[in-house]
């Protein structure tokens, strides 16, 4: 990005790297379809096709799978949407695989067929996001999103040690992780009285919306401080909208991933920190939980990975392995 005349020190919070919880995996009996080496095929189904999230938890979980022998097959809807990734789960439980690794893309949606699946006897692993309740889930491996936003919230708060008004720039309401990342970010910023907190802005994981509805936003409020974009999406928006207005110097984005976009983003000075997961990692862990149970191993229900926030101060040293990939 350009210079960070207005990046003030945030090297505390790039320590702020919560250390991923080791998964194991396992429970209950083993289901779905195996050859006679017990080669295990297992399912990923991504929430959203062509993310680098998503594309970088594939890396992980492909890594783990040639490492421990076993067969992973890779598929997602072309949106971030149920009503597109349900026909894809339905499709592979009637194949019968050995295990599912899934992102669900809604919390009640979701939940009926990833249920139904359970009680086909195939193992269900969610990765990322969660349903209502995961149950029938033989491991569920995410993020520590509360704690995500509670730092975005950090982050911001640096830069703008006067306080001012901030907005959350999200996707949808209904997806556990972002629910998560605005309600960490939410009891951080209303226990600040020197910030004004204007609310959620959905922009439907669409890019162009984000930015439509920044433009919107800054229009109605130019004295608009600081935004939190939840995830990829939202801070690509979000950066172009703030762009749009001239307003790179003044608005200090905090955005919640770091997909190559978002971190040439971070470099030309439009987005001031992002808080990077660890995709890879919850896949490799995924396969893990799933071969585990598979084999009638025990399991550690849930696992939380860690974070780091990333930086100008650090994106080319102790940050760089933490940006995510386009592919594998």
Do not use: W
Request: proline share 4%.
């Amino acid at each position: 990005m350009k210079s960070k005349r207005h990046l003030v020190s945030l090297a505390a919070l790039s320590a702020v790297a919560v250390l991923s919880l080791s998964a194991c995996a396992g429970g209950g009996s083993t289901g779905g379809s195996t050859n006679a080496s017990g080669n295990y095929n297992i399912s990923f189904i991504q929430g959203v096709a062509g993310d680098e999230f998503y594309i970088s938890m594939q890396c992980g979980a492909e890594a783990e799978a040639k490492k421990l022998g076993v067969t992973l097959n890779t598929q997602g809807p072309a949106k971030f949407d149920p009503t597109l990734q349900k026909p894809i789960v339905d499709s592979v439980v009637a194949s019968n695989p050995s295990a599912i690794l899934v992102a669900p893309t809604d919390v009640t949606a979701m939940q009926a067929p990833l249920k139904a699946a359970a009680s086909a006897g195939i193992k269900v692993v969610l990765v990322d996001t969660t349903v209502d309740d995961p149950s029938f889930a033989t491991a569920s491996i995410a993020s520590d999103n509360t704690g995500g936003g509670k730092s975005a919230f950090d982050a911001i708060k640096q830069l703008n040690p006067n306080g001012g008004k901030v907005l959350i720039m999200a996707t949808d309401p209904g997806i556990s992780t972002t629910d998560a990342r605005i309600a960490g970010f939410e009891e951080s910023i209303k226990a600040d009285s020197s910030f004004n907190y204007i609310g959620v802005q959905y922009s439907h994981n669409d890019p162009a919306e984000a930015a439509r509805l920044m433009t919107a936003a800054l229009a109605k409020d130019p004295d608009i401080v600081g935004v939190f974009a939840t995830n990829t999406f939202a801070a690509e928006g979000t950066a172009t909208g703030v762009r749009q207005a001239g307003k790179q110097d003044t608005v200090k984005i905090a955005g919640f991933d770091a997909g190559p976009a978002q971190v040439q983003d971070l470099r030309d000075g439009t987005i001031s920190a992002l808080v990077a997961q660890q995709p890879a990692l919850i896949g490799a862990d995924g396969v893990d939980a799933a071969v585990a149970a598979l084999k009638g191993e025990t399991v550690t229900k849930n696992t939380q990975t860690g974070f780091q926030v990333l930086t100008l101060e650090n994106i080319d040293t102790t940050g760089k392995d933490y940006v995510y990939k386009s592919s594998c």
